[in-house]
């Protein structure tokens, strides 16, 4: 298996753009989660998923954050509109669901908002 | 969500020495825990996993967990630069558990 894909590697928009990340979780992965990470605040846990369901989106910041998983492999983390504050590294990640098990990193994505 | 407790650093230490790294947490329900790796401007990867109390040894990597303390400390003897990186720490957890992270420690280790 390839590993989680993310896309797009690199991303820079202006301030009031939407912009959408992707993710490809891992085949047989049944948990999916978004994080965002910063200097300031770690990683963050934003949302996640148990077999194509949201489960606790808590960590979503604001209203104009929304994701998606309409199957198995694919999810989406839309912004919009988008701000400076939201410029981030937003990783995505998946487990299969089981105790202790392992979750995979995809290589993320780097938001710039302008 | 289980939450940890980490020193951002920097801990910086010499090539040769022994690093210490070290994670507290407040769930005295937590049983296990992951130490993940991150090189700059990459993921975060699995090194290390302990689920008991007491030490965990792969490699020049040592995991220690202590739950009447409530802490899990990862060692790196005979450290290297190429060690340099941040060390995050999570609990593991039952079928459903979520991964839950510390800030992390970034370690430089200089020649």
């Known amino acids: 298996d390839a590993g989680v894909i993310q896309s797009p590697r690199h991303e820079v928009t202006e301030m009031g753009q939407e912009v959408t990340l992707r993710c490809k979780p891992i085949s047989g992965h049944n948990s999916l989660f978004w994080y965002r990470q910063t200097m300031m605040r770690g990683l963050e846990l934003l949302i996640y998923f148990n077999n194509n369901v949201p489960i606790d989106d808590s960590g979503m910041p604001e209203d104009r954050f929304s994701a998606k998983m309409p199957n198995a492999s694919f999810s989406t983390l839309k912004i919009q509109p988008s701000e400076p504050r939201d410029s981030a590294v937003y990783f995505c990640a998946s487990r299969q669901q089981g105790v202790n098990t392992e979750a995979f990193f995809g290589q993320g994505t780097r938001l710039t908002v302008v | ?111």
């Open chain 2, 1 to 111: 969500q289980k939450e940890v407790e980490q020193n951002s650093g920097p801990l910086s230490v010499p090539e040769g020495a022994i690093a210490s790294l070290n994670c507290t947490y407040s769930d005295r329900g937590s049983q296990s825990f992951f130490w993940y790796r991150q090189y700059s401007g990459k993921s975060p990867e699995l090194i290390m996993f302990i689920y008991s109390n007491g030490d965990k040894e792969d490699g020049r990597f040592t995991a220690q967990l202590n739950k009447a303390s409530q802490y899990v400390s990862l060692l790196i003897r005979d450290s290297q630069p190429s060690d340099s990186a941040t060390y995050l720490c999570a609990p593991g957890g039952g079928g459903s558990y979520i991964p839950t992270f510390g800030r992390g420690t970034s370690l430089i280790v200089h020649p």
